[in-house]
């Protein structure tokens, strides 16, 4: 399994638009709307490079309305439960 998180910049009045675009999209399991000085984070989860490289750069660059996009290849990943149960010591 490959994750990777892409950050957007969209034009602003097709923000609403475009993360239901992106959300439909195979391959796109979450996106949200973010502050800062990007407007959408979608997360990305497929089966191999192949898989994200057709996500990327062939339907997600279908989307009228993006202005620019940065991706990041998630190495590992980390989530409450695998801090629990890594730091766990037994105790119930």
């Given amino acids: 399994m490959v994750n990777a998180v892409v950050l957007l910049k969209v034009q602003r009045d097709k923000v609403n638009e475009i993360a239901e675009a992106l959300a439909d999209m195979q391959g796109i399991s979450e996106v949200y709307s973010v502050s800062g000085r990007y407007d959408l984070v979608a997360i990305i989860r497929v089966k ?3 898989e994200l490289a057709d996500t990327v750069t062939n339907h997600m ?3 009228a309305g ?3 996009t940065e991706t990041m290849l998630a190495f590992r990943a980390f989530s409450r439960h695998d801090l629990d149960s890594m730091f ?3 105790i119930a």
Avoid: A, E, F, L
């Fill in 88 to 90: 766990s010591i037994g």
């Fill in 61 to 63: 660059r279908k989307v």
């Fill in 48 to 50: 191999d490079n192949d």
């Fill in 66 to 68: 993006i202005i620019s």
